[in-house]
């Protein structure tokens, strides 16, 4: 089971607020998971590598003043937050906010002013497409992945869906993919086009990562149209589980186009 709730939130005090605020947001939403049972967010924090869920960073409706990667937030400000589930205990927690609610992140306080959630059959809606020539994987926050003891800021096919396979088979999504033959099949597929920029990203004072984001644009020309309907639900799959490493704190949010 896989879905996303969108959150429509309102600033109740004025704060500053980083703009990289995925470990804040990371902690509201275990504040919502442990409220709503907290057998189930112990079971999350301490037993799962792989967090069954992302959250996205605040985005804000209207610019925001800023200074030294903080927003001014002004009481009555509005931001969208979303947040995804790979499995029905987490969206059922997500869609059981209510309008009113509030949520904390550092010092700034938020209600839920409104709450679109969705579930999607990822297999049924690749099924019914075309199988694509090529598929553009648009990363809105930053992707890093983690080679021995360094970050790795690159896009190359084979980082991106073996991480993809990792984490549906983590999931325990409900079609089988063998994550050494989709490496491997991932050589075939080509980086043709792109625009990003990579970064150390800050998560606190102490704690950062290396990550790239932008547009990047891959051939599965090389693949027969079976393979080429893998990698597109794998593709899709990223929008909802995330590419790379700490997606539960806001990064590896990716959109995809097919062509």
Known sequence: MTGAAVYKLRAENSARLPMING????AAFFKILHEVSPELEQFVHDQLNLKP????FLDPIAELPSEAGRWEVRRGDQFYWRVTGLNEEILNAAFSVPVGYELQAGALILS?????????DLISD???MSAAAELELKFVTPVSFRIDEFDAPYPRAELIFSSLADKWIQAQMPAAVDRKLIRELAAQVR???????SKKFYLSHDRGALGFWGNFRYSLSALDSDLRKVFMLLAKFAEYAGVGRLCGQGFGQTRVKFS
């Open 53 to 56: 869920f992302t959250v996205s």
């Open 191 to 197: 980086l043709t086009e792109w625009q990003g920029r």
């Open 126 to 128: 690749v099924r019914e």
């Open 112 to 120: 839920v002013e409104d709450v679109d959630a969705r579930i999607v």
């Open 23 to 26: 470990r804040l947001m990371h």
